[in-house]
T-cell receptor, first 114, second 111 residues
Framework: GEDVEQSLFLSVREGDSSVINCTYT??????LYWYKQEPGAGLQLLTY?????DMKQDQRLTVLLNKKDKHLSLRIADTQTGDSAIYFC??????????????FGKGTKLSVKP | KAGVTQTPRYLIKTRGQQVTLSCSPI?????VSWYQQTPGQGLQFLFE???????NKGNFPGRFSGRQFSNSRSEMNVSTLELGDSALYLC??????????FGNGTRLTVT
């Protein structure tokens, strides 16, 4: 079945770049997403990429998609302490015909040290 | 524009009871999805509603049910609560086939 894998932890120093990686299994996924979750809150949509793109940049965020290897990454430039959170990668499976049913990874906890 | 609103934020129930959670989507959004988040299983899809019809359903027992009203507001119900139902329940809304926007969730504790 469909599965999304992420490493569980990442620790960086303030000002450095963070790179969070994700692999997925459904090669027919139409969209791939990155969400952020802070303690006690819901999920905040950070960015998403259509499967026919290989890169998307949005201010400090850069998403790279390698469709051949089914690998997605999120790069956060100039990481700040406020970026400390859990980051989830998600794919929309090819069945179902809608974007409401997403498959999420287990999340990567990003810790930013001052 | 107001975001997705979920009520209540916190709920404590006893095993065997039932519970109803409420979700008001972003104005204009007609699709509402529900997810369960637990430390062990992560985020799991429960169901999706669009125009009062269930469009997709996840792999959960029949104790979990939902509905959507004509104003797009949605409720989910869990009957005969078990300890393992303790979780953060997240609601998300979207314009059809656009990214999901999540609420802050309802934290359900079953004792």
């Amino acid at each position: 079945g469909e599965d999304v894998e992420q490493s569980l932890f990442l620790s960086v120093r303030e000002g450095d770049s963070s790179v969070i990686n994700c692999t997925y299994t459904d090669s027919s996924s139409t969209y791939l997403y990155w969400y952020k979750q802070e303690p006690g809150a819901g999920l905040q949509l950070l960015t998403y990429i259509f499967s026919n793109m290989d890169m998307k940049q949005d201010q400090r965020l850069t998403v790279l998609l390698n469709k051949k290897d089914k690998h997605l990454s999120l790069r956060i430039a100039d990481t700040q302490t406020g970026d400390s959170a859990i980051y989830f990668c998600a794919e929309s499976p090819s069945y179902g015909g809608s974007q409401g049913n997403l498959i999420f990874g287990k999340g990567t906890k990003l810790s930013v040290k001052p | 524009k107001a975001g997705v609103t979920q009520t209540p934020r916190y709920l404590i129930k006893t095993r065997g009871q039932q519970v109803t959670l409420s979700c008001s989507p972003i104005s204009g959004h007609r699709s509402v999805s529900w997810y369960q988040q637990t430390p062990g299983q992560g985020l799991q899809f429960l169901f999706e509603y669009f125009s009062e019809t269930q469009r997709n359903k996840g792999n959960f027992p029949g104790r979990f049910s939902g509905r959507q009203f004509s104003n797009s507001r949605s409720e989910m119900n869990v009957s005969t609560l078990e300890l393992g139902d303790s979780a953060l329940y997240l609601c998300a809304s979207s314009l059809d086939d656009s990214p999901l926007h999540f609420g802050n969730g309802t934290r359900l504790t079953v004792t």
